[in-house]
């Protein structure tokens, strides 16, 4: 049989869903998905700083999923999240999924030059450690970080999620270009191709060496003249990468820019960036919660919560998550 996106289930309250206070909202909906409550946790500080959890219910023998993303403040989030891991295995929960709907320190995944850490690897080791059995996250911005992991993960994607915004909005046509700002987001912009069945182009740009946050844009291959252009990436962060890639794109004759990613990092002036650039719309999901004074009129969210939700109760179930990303008439 196969499920579909909002089947409903009867919970025999052995499912316990609790969040953090990184990104509540996004926690309670996922809760509402799966029509149930949110569990309780007692989440304070000692006067002198140190993060003080006590889990307000009975755990034992359940399953229970802790939805926290690691963003800014990734240090604090990160540290609550352990801290309420290791408080769960020992209230003798029987498997504890950590949802990380955003996995920060990922782009710190391998050793670029001498006397660099693996930070993304480290992270990794201080979950499991913590008392995680299993991880439930989401775009990755490596797919080697799976690896990382000695406990079995589930790697969501947003791309459907993405590209079924745009299919309603723009509508079929064959003018449309996925762009992907980098050669290693390629893999990403052909997959987000295939549901809108466009064609791709790649921004080849060079980082200025040891500089942070800033690219430059070098060469678009592909062809974006007199196309409707979506470039599409994991994270916007700084969004230096989105803008130039934009003012390229445009300079080479496409007809309009929109943008899309999983994750809205947007540190920084990314905001003013945005705001100012050619992009007419960028396209963000709710991994990561946005401020109110960064809601700009030219920024869209659409929420991941039913993703999540379907996927924590595949989970439940013991059954297959990947089935999720499975078109019609695939086995």
């Known amino acids: 049989m196969r499920l579909r996106m909002g089947d409903r289930f009867h919970f025999d309250g052995s499912l316990k869903i609790f969040s953090g206070t990184a990104n509540p909202d996004l926690a309670e909906a996922i809760a509402n998905a799966l029509g149930i409550k949110l569990s309780s946790v007692k989440i304070s500080r000692f006067s002198d700083g140190e993060l003080y959890v006590r889990i307000e219910e009975n755990v034992r023998g359940a399953d229970v999923f802790v939805v926290q993303p690691t963003c800014y403040p990734g240090d604090k989030n990160l540290m609550e999240l352990l801290i309420m891991l290791d408080a769960l295995r020992r209230a003798s929960a029987s498997r504890i999924t950590a949802v990380i709907p955003y996995y920060g320190y990922a782009r710190q995944d391998r050793k670029t030059q001498g006397r660099e850490p693996i930070t993304a690897k480290l992270v990794a080791n201080l979950i499991t450690t913590a008392g995680a059995d299993r991880v439930l996250t989401c775009d990755l911005h490596a797919g080697q ?56 182009a790649i921004v080849d740009k060079r980082r200025p060496y040891e500089i942070p946050n800033v690219s430059e844009v070098m060469e678009i291959v592909g062809d974006v003249k007199d196309k409707v252009a979506i470039i599409v990436d994991d994270i916007i962060d700084t969004a230096g990468t989105m803008v130039n890639a934009a003012k390229a794109i445009l300079e080479r004759g496409a007809k309009v820019v929109y943008a899309c990613a999983t994750h809205a990092v947007l540190s920084g002036n990314a905001i003013e960036r945005l705001n100012n650039s050619p992009i007419k719309e960028v396209l963000l999901t709710d991994t990561i919660p946005l401020p109110a004074e960064k809601r700009i009129e030219k920024i869209k969210i659409r929420s991941i919560a039913s993703l999540f939700a379907e996927a924590i109760r595949r989970i439940h179930y013991n059954l297959s998550v990947s089935m999720l990303f499975k078109r019609e008439g695939e086995e």
């Open 145 to 200: 970080i799976q690896g990382f992991f000695d406990i079995p993960l589930d790697h969501l994607t947003a791309i459907p999620l993405l590209a079924d915004y745009f299919l309603e909005y723009l509508g079929a046509r064959d003018d449309i270009v996925v762009v992907s700002p980098d050669v290693g987001g390629v893999v990403r912009a052909r997959k987000f191709a295939e549901y809108l069945r466009a064609a791709i």
